[in-house]
């Protein structure tokens, strides 16, 4: 297996190395004064696997890799996320490794714009625990923590003699 995995890695290096064709689109004239915004609006969306050539079928099931070759590949997936300006945004800090590698494998065919102007911002959080793909080191568990200095205080709650009534 480890000399499968030190194959993959250099694939996965070497498609980095050589990031995709921006597809030809016609830039409408409303949009010819800001081509970032002709890019975000008509680049297609496509799975990583068809703007690199490399398809998901290639990793191996996560019970096959033993000490840190998962690591290594997620080190070359993320070269790729590189190569295509596309940045994992909500990934725990706190996940290792092993299942970090499980969510970027099983995800590897969720539909992506290769944006080279400004970058794509990759979301894998459900926002629900149940099918989170981070499990439990989502942060989507915790309930939100609201800053109370932010709420004003309520003087009148229990002093009915200030209230004034409409009628």
């Known amino acids: 297996m480890e000399h499968y ?21 016609e ?17 297609p969306f496509k799975p ?14 996560i019970t096959r890799l ?10 070359a997936i993320f070269k790729i996320y590189d190569a295509l300006q596309i940045e994992l945004i909500d990934a725990p800090v706190d996940i290792p490794p092993e299942i970090l590698y499980e969510v970027l494998t099983s995800n590897w065919d969720v539909p992506v714009q290769y944006l080279p ?15 989170c ?3 439990e080191y989502c942060d989507c568990y915790e309930e ?9 205080p309520c003087e009148n709650i229990g002093n009915e003699t200030d209230y004034d009534l409409p009628f």
């Open 5 to 25: 995995i030190q194959q993959l890695i250099e694939d996965l290096e070497e498609a980095a190395n050589l990031p995709p064709l921006l597809p030809f689109f």
């Open 27 to 43: 830039t409408p004239a409303h949009l010819e004064s800001d081509p970032v915004i002709a890019e975000l609006a008509l680049v």
């Open 48 to 61: 990583i696997s068809e703007w690199i050539g490399i398809d998901s079928e290639v990793f191996p099931d």
């Open 66 to 75: 033993s000490g840190d070759q998962w690591g290594k590949v997620n080190d």
């Open 117 to 131: 102007s400004s970058g794509y911002d990759l979301e894998l959080c459900s926002g629900d625990p149940m099918t």
């Open 133 to 135: 793909p981070y499990g």
């Open 144 to 152: 939100p923590d609201f800053p109370t200095d932010e709420i004003p």
